[in-house]
């Protein structure tokens, strides 16, 4: 990684990143990605996920912090004083998107609202909030993280395997889908401002996000009022359709079409249950379930994992081991695909998922210190060398010594 542009579809586009934690980073390191200039402005703390601890840490910063923070510049901020939010001001004089995840209410108490202040002052500008329930409504303006949304927005309703506990979606699913909301409104906006010269506010929470995953489950409770119910790895509308054990380790398995359960059975060497009337349809599998695995499970069981998925590969049936996240980085396609990317003072990362033919994503900026970019940032601003200073020496910017910069 170098401090070099190297281009991207989003190359002269600047974004103001006020927010912190997951959802927020995680959207405005993908626009980074795409090569925006983003700066990243932090409180005196630092962004919280910096101290989020073990088990990994980069550069004095824990890696849920690293793990969102590329390809951004820092600078820290005290916004709780009237010359934080001054200075931010002079930030946004040349943005083209401002994000934040503040409580709802925190930016008008601040005196920077958007329809009453910034919508008038930066008529381009595209300010996109995030919350975690929105301003209104029962749940307005509560706080909330992924496994919050996951229980009001009902998909802990169904994790789990039948008769035990609720299961949480250990992946944070929720704020990745909220981030992702987020740089997809974001970019309609951008589109919308080419032909209108306007910008708009942009809302999005986690709330709403986590609804929009439930699929199937939504429609089937809207239109015939189902309440999806636990069942561990099975599917409701499909079968086979579970994690299978293997004789060193599980793969997971899965059949979709009658041509794939026809394929498996080959595979497998079980003639009786490819020719079962019953299983010649999706719901007689499903409701057959228990007689379907009662068949395969024992003959994956004779066989290793690498064996199993071999076989069933060659039939043209989908199938894929159960890696652990080490063997998964590590895997012959992973390295085909780029999908570990390495940069300065031993930084590594998950490659962005994104592919172009013209405009490539690149990585410039490995996650950075605290403040590291302050005083280029306000130098940016036109701000001279004794303004800089001052605004240091007052507290309220934090930046390390200018040797260390």
Known sequence: MTEQAQGGA???????????????PAGTQILGDMGADVIKVEPPAGDETRRMGAPAWHDGSAAAYVNTNRNKRSISVDLQKPEGRALLLRLLEGADVLVENF???????????????????????IHCQITAFGADGPLGGLPGYDPIAQGYGGILGFGGFPGGPPLRLHLPAVDYATALYAVIAIQGALLERARSGQGQAIEVTLYDSALSLL????????????VPQQMGNRHSSAAPYDIYPTRDGHIVLLVVTLRQFHNMCDALGLPALRDD?????????????DELEAAIVPVLARLTTDAAVAR??????????????????????AAVRGAVVEGAEGYRGVASPLRFSRTPVSYRIVPPRQGAHGREILAEARLDPAEVEALIETGVVIAPPADET
């Open 10 to 24: 989003l190359q002269g586009l600047r974004v103001i990143d006020l927010s912190a934690v997951l959802s927020g």
């Open 103 to 125: 409580k709802p209410g925190t930016m008008a108490k601040w005196g920077l609202d958007y329809e009453t202040v910034l919508k008038a002052r930066f008529p381009q500008l």
């Open 215 to 226: 699929h199937p489950f939504a429609c089937n409770w809207l239109l015939r009022g189902v």
């Open 277 to 289: 009337p019953r299983m010649q349809v999706t719901t007689g599998r499903v409701q057959h379930n």
């Open 312 to 333: 069933l590969n060659a039939a043209g049936v989908p199938v894929a081991p159960v890696l652990d996240v080490g063997q998964a980085l590590s895997h012959p396609h």
